[in-house]
């Protein structure tokens, strides 16, 4: 069963914001937050791999320099995205805060696409081990690959992903852009300012 995202009014619904390494997810999530705390009430930014004791460990699991099965590593990503979703968001959401994730449905389905996994299989395992209601409001930062890669470089932070070089990026966004259409997310253009690209998001949650 393929996860829709939802269009619905998105009052403590799950917001994910998504997009390549350097589209500028982090600074929006905090500026939505923040926007979000001035107009409507509580909310919080989460991630995967940092929210819970869980998702650090499996993260310096992941970023170990050792060889890790394509299985292994997709049940690590899917054990980061149950126990942030069981312990932290199910309980936030239940105190009427508003979530606003750091990566989401979009990095899982299109990272494991790219390793050949099928949307189905994804579909299948996601439907089995989230909750029932999991349907978020994904927010797709569209950037250019050369634009992306920049933003990492000035960083001075390049991680595992950033390093795999300009083709890699321009598959990765070629299948953000293709689920994305699919599955009806919303898609903001993430070349212009902070400023502009969290008006663009504003305007989509409105």
Known sequence: ???????????????????????GKT???????????????????VKELSSTKL?????????????????????????????????????LREANVQTI?????????????SLDYTEAELDAVISQHMPADYSPTVMYI????TIAIARTLARGDQGRFDTQGIEYYERIRALYMDISRQRGWTTIDGSGTPEDVNMQIIEAIK
């Open 1 to 23: 069963m393929m996860i829709e995202a939802s269009q619905a009014d998105t009052t403590h619904k799950q917001i994910e914001i998504d997009g390549i390494d350097g589209c």
């Open 27 to 45: 600074t929006q999530c905090l500026m939505l937050a923040d926007w979000w705390k001035e107009n409507r009430g509580e909310a919080r930014v």
């Open 55 to 91: 998702g650090r460990d499996i993260r310096t699991i992941l970023m170990g320099n050792y060889a890790i099965s394509r299985a292994a590593e997709m049940n690590l990503f899917l054990a980061s995205k149950v126990e942030l979703q069981y312990a932290v968001i199910s309980t």
């Open 101 to 113: 994730s750091d990566r989401g449905l979009g990095s899982f389905l299109t990272y494991f696409r």
């Open 142 to 145: 569209d950037v250019d690959p």
